[in-house]
């Protein structure tokens, strides 16, 4: 029995150094978070923030590229230079064909203004170009330089009964461009509930550390007291090594929850950025903001900010747009008109001068006579896709708002649920002290201790557990209306962000 004892001193003074070390370690250069520092940090500087800040910038500069499509293209275009040396087959006046040696350059150059017109899908430009031929084959009395070019020329391309895709991007593309400022604003919110889990998870695995720590240290009290009470004959020896047992279970219990703390802390230390061996201490966030939550409020501040409430409205502008485009299908007329100016010049000059007038119109037409179906199949086709979006839309609307509905009674319960653990924290620590003085005396058995004991650590546990709860319900509401309840505010303001 003495070699055990010698050799339980000898384990428990090397677990001891080791877990010294340990708590060195672990407090060495360690920053202090609190929950909401946590959770600023991560919106600013995690890897998660920067990934929706690029997501952010990439729609923006969609839709600055949508815009530019209604503004004039001033557009410069041409062939500098097109030169060719070969031998061609030439045709002759009397029909014949000759093989001559060609040396010779083109070159043209182009200057169109281009202008949409939204309303009606068309594309009126106003445009200039010159043209040089160089045949450097000529002979000495042959014209060896020539010029062309039309000075100006306004031509207008209008479809009739199209599809007119500017008209519909005009009304889906600012959709668009406003649900992804707010999916911005509420992927900061999931950020939120991200690191919040993570807050929790870690600040869960220190609580239970510290609940490890001190119950070896009280277990080695207690054995201390069970081998002085044997030395005496004041207990039997199955008592003892019950004690010893359990010594033995909370050394385990010990490394678990240190080897939990480690994965705790670079699972924390990944998702806010920081370096995977800083040391990083967390406030418990003990006090609970007060502030009640209307449901009807909540549903329409959802309704009024949420992104996928504003998708709804783009999903059916979006099949009444393909809609329109299958009935633009079945009739395709296209008007062309141009009129302008062009000559020809031996100089370049001279082109400007006493120009030719130019004018062109056209009406271009197709109609299908015998297509099998083919324009009923896609009409019909595209109705049955605008009444399968209506159906989905406003399925998704009731699962919408049974949901804003659902977390925000989960939310009260919640808040209501922590003042029962926390009443009940308190009642089991305070009855463990009593109960562990009273088995220092000799009043309370070995069993009854545990019991306490259990109960205690078992009641912190629920404490923390809800209190984890409540701040992940809490960003997740704020998440799902985009409404701060606390301070009474919007999360997203349209007119601001304006």
Known sequence: MKNCSALHVFGFTVFAFLLISFQEAFAQDSVTYTLHDMVQRAKDRSPASLRAKTRKENRYWRYRFFKSNYNPQLRLTGTVPAYSQAIN???????????????????????????????????????????????????????????????????????????????????????????SKREFVEEGEMISMMVTELFFDYLIAQVNFDIASKNLKNTEDIFAIEQKRYEIGATFEDKLLQVELQTLQAKQDLAQAQLDLEKSSLAVNSYIGLNQYAKIKLLSPKEIPDFDVNIDEAIAYAFQNRSEALGFDRRRMESEAQVAEAKGQRLAMNLNA???????????????????????????????????GRNKARMSQALANQQLTEYEVENETINFEQEIF?????????????????????????????????????????????????????????????????????????????????????????????
């Not at 000495?140 to 330089?145: F, L, P």
């Not at 082109?351 to 007038?357: Q, W």
Request: charged share 20%; aromatic share 12%; glycine share 4%.
């Open 89 to 179: 087959s030439v045709p002759q006046p009397d029909g014949t064909i000759k093989f001559l040696p060609v040396k010779q350059n083109l070159v043209d150059l182009g200057l169109g203004l281009q202008q949409v017109i939204a309303p009606t899908g068309g594309m009126i430009s106003v445009n200039t170009s010159t043209n040089r031929f160089d045949n450097f084959s000529a002979d000495d009395n042959e014209v060896q330089t020539q010029w062309s070019g039309t000075p100006l020329n306004v031509s207008l391309s209008q479809p009739i009964f199209a599809y007119n895709p500017y008209k519909w991007d005009k009304k889906i593309e600012p959709l668009m461009f406003e649900e």
């Open 406 to 498: 659902t977390k925000v009674r989960n939310f009260l319960m919640i808040r209501e649920r922590i003042k029962v653990t926390q009443k009940s924290d308190e009642v089991a620590e305070k009855r463990y002290q009593i109960a562990l003085n009273r088995y220092q005396t000799g009043n309370v058995t070995i069993s009854d201790l545990n019991i306490a004991q259990n109960e205690k650590d078992t009641n912190k546990r629920a404490f923390f557990s809800s209190l984890k709860d409540f701040w992940v319900a809490y960003y997740e509401l704020r998440a799902l209306t985009l409404y701060d309840f606390e301070n009474d505010q919007l999360l997203y303001n349209p007119e601001l962000e304006e």
């Open 338 to 372: 141009s009129y302008g100016y062009n000559n020809a010049a031996f100089t370049w000059g001279d082109i400007y001068n006493n120009p030719n007038t130019q004018a062109l119109v056209n009406l271009g037409i197709s109609v299908p006579i015998l297509d099998w």
